[in-house]
């Protein structure tokens, strides 16, 4: 069975960026929805981008206008764009997707998380 692998968490400076990456090892033979979480201490884990059916885009209010999600099919690869960070956005960055592998039926795939961390 396939697994989503992260990387590109890291230590950053208030104002600084960030690329996370999260690829897919199996074979996709299709997909429902895709997305990026992040969970900090003591809080709930929470939608940050995601794409859904029909390739609709959805931002969590407080990264609107810093963070931008896209992917490359080919690659079967999702990435998350993150600029003027703040140190609010520390977190464990989770990606997330809905799909199904060829040869099995559909589930509900996360990565193990990447750290990022603002801060002076």
């Known amino acids: 069975q396939g697994q989503l692998v992260e990387s590109g968490g890291g230590l950053v400076q208030p104002g600084g960026s960030l690329r996370l990456s999260c690829a897919f090892s199996g074979i996709i033979f299709s997909i429902r929805s895709i997305g990026w979480y992040r969970q900090a201490p003591g809080k709930q884990r929470e939608l940050v981008a995601g794409?859904?059916?029909?390739?609709?885009?959805n931002y969590a209010d407080s990264v609107k206008g810093r963070f931008t999600i896209s992917r490359d099919n080919a690659k079967s690869t999702v990435y998350l764009q993150m600029n003027s960070l703040k140190p609010e956005d520390t977190a464990v960055y989770y990606c997330n997707a809905d799909l199904r592998e060829r040869g099995r039926g559909w589930n509900d795939y996360w990565g193990q998380g990447t750290q990022v961390t603002v801060s002076s």
């Open positions: 794409f859904t059916s029909g390739d609709k885009v």
